[in-house]
Every structure is written in C-alpha cells, then in structure tokens.
C-alpha cells in the first residue's frame, strides 16, 4: 500500500454504481455494446484492486430491472457479456480468493445464465478473501417487494408474526442478508441519482460521485473516494 493509503480507513464495503459505459464508446465513436465490453474489464480490476486494497465486500450493479427497457440488441449483447465474464470471473475469483455473491431476481434470465451464476457462487463460497456482490436485474423496489411477499408466506404459515418483524428481521428476508449495508457508494459518469440500487441499505451511506465513465475508473479513482470518505464525518443522526 502506497504512503497517501496508509493512514486511511479503509471502508469495509464499498458499492458502485457503474455508469457510463454507453457514453465512452459514444464519445470515441464506437458502439455502446463496446462501452459495456470495456466496462466488463474494468469490473475485473476493480475487484482485484478492491481486494488488493482490503475491502471486505466489493458490490456492483450490473443491471438494472429497468435496463429491460434498453433496445433488444443491447439487452442482447449484455446478456452475451454475463455469459463470457461468468467464465472469467471465476478464474479472477479463485486467483484472489474471492467470494461471489448475487443479488437480484434471477428468474427472468436463460437457463444457461442462471446455471453460470450457480456454478461461479457454489464454487467460490469458501474463499474468504473479498466478497463480491453481483446485482442483475436488481431493483431495490422489487428486492423489497420480494422481500415482503416472503415474509407473508411465513406469516400464513405461522412462523413469524407482527411482533416478530423489527428491522434486523426485516433486512433478513432481503437479498442482502448476511451482508453490512455499505459504507462508501461510488456512482460514475457524474449523475446523482440512486437509480433504484440498494434503497433500503443505502440509510447511512456515504456517496462518492466520480466524473469518469465507468471504462475510465481505476485504482486511483477508487483511492481518490476512498480519500473522500476518509473526510466525512459519519453521525448516524448523533451529535459529535
Ligand atoms: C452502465 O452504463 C451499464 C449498465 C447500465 C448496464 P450505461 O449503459 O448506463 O452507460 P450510459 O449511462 O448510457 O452512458
Ligand atoms: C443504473 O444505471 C443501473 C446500472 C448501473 C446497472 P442506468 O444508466 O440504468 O441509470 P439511469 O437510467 O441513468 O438512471
Ligand atoms: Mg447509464
């Protein structure tokens, strides 16, 4: 770790928001789907530098339950891409004793998708280096809707009641469960906006935006927020 890292907390899960990917291709005059082919490589580093720098729990939204709405192509083309960095991802996984965890309603996706995904989380699950969250088609709402229809399954079968529900069991029946709500959200590309991601999780988080397109982020931009974070002052609603 470099001097300007030393004396820096490192947050124990940072969550991101990659956007961009569409834009950087625009702007060199390239088509979008390239954008999300870079992108895919940046995913990669980023996991190994989030690794390298300690963070527990690296999560990054892949897609959204609204980018159902983009073209057929470049829906079609990202689906192509989770095929192919599945494969890679694992070998990235098993080099930095990584665990892959994911998030989101995976029932909308090809059998051979959902097979990918089962294969990279079953045989990455004892690796306790750092734990990378995965969100496809991933909509806070809807991660929360789930959520709810769940609990009412279990209401209607006795095992839980009204008395029962407080947060922490709230947050049980979530995607997330098991995993600490983050401390630090990077989003891309300058936009400020939650974009549906992590609606319940984000209460206290701290936001970092970051200018570049997704493709252009790396590790000096990830030490840049991390920096930042490092000044925040984090009250939870208290008085220091
Ligand atoms: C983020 O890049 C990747 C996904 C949402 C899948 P975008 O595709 O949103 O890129 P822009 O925002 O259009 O530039
Ligand atoms: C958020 O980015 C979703 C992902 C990064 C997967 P979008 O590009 O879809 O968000 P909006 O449309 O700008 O809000
Ligand atoms: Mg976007």
């Known amino acids: 770790m470099d001097d300007k890292m030393q004396n820096m907390v490192v947050p124990e899960h940072v969550a991101i928001i990659l956007d961009g990917n569409g834009r950087w291709a625009q702007k060199r005059g390239l088509p979008r789907n390239?954008?999300?082919?870079?992108?895919?490589?940046?995913?990669?580093?980023?996991?190994?530098d989030a690794a390298r720098l300690g963070i527990k729990y690296l999560t990054v939204y892949g897609f959204s339950t609204e980018n159902w709405k983009r073209s057929s192509d470049e829906v079609g083309a990202?689906?192509?891409?989770?095929?192919?960095?599945?494969?890679?991802l694992l070998k990235v996984a098993k080099k930095n004793n990584v665990r892959v965890k994911m998030i989101?309603?995976?029932?909308?996706?090809?059998?051979d998708?959902?097979?990918?995904?089962?294969?990279?989380v079953r045989e990455t699950r004892d690796n306790t280096g750092l734990?990378?969250?995965?969100?496809?088609?991933?909509?806070?709402?809807?991660?929360?809707?789930?959520?709810?229809k769940r609990i009412m399954q279990d209401a209607d079968?006795?095992?839980?009641?009204?008395?029962?529900?407080?947060?922490?069991?709230?947050?049980?029946?979530?995607?997330?469960?098991?995993?600490?709500?983050p401390d630090l959200l990077i989003r891309?590309?300058?936009e400020m906006r939650l974009s549906n991601y992590l609606l319940w999780q984000l209460a206290y988080t701290e936001f970092y935006i970051a200018d570049c397109y997704w493709p252009d982020f790396n590790m000096d931009e990830l030490k840049k927020a991390i920096s930042a974070y490092n000044s925040r002052d984090r009250r939870f609603g208290g008085v220091k």
């Open 157 to 181: 079968n006795g095992k839980i009641s009204s008395g029962d529900m407080c947060e922490k069991v709230f947050s049980s029946y979530l995607d997330t469960a098991d995993i600490p709500d």
């Open 34 to 48: 390239l954008g999300h082919k870079e992108g895919c490589v940046t995913v990669e580093k980023t996991v190994e």
């Open 104 to 111: 989101g309603d995976l029932e909308r996706f090809d059998r």
């Open 188 to 190: 891309t590309s300058g």
């Open 113 to 120: 998708i959902v097979e990918g995904i089962d294969k990279l």
């Open 78 to 88: 990202l689906m192509q891409l989770f095929r192919y960095y599945m494969v890679r």
């Open 131 to 148: 734990t990378f969250v995965i969100a496809v088609n991933y909509g806070g709402r809807d991660e929360i809707v789930r959520a709810v």
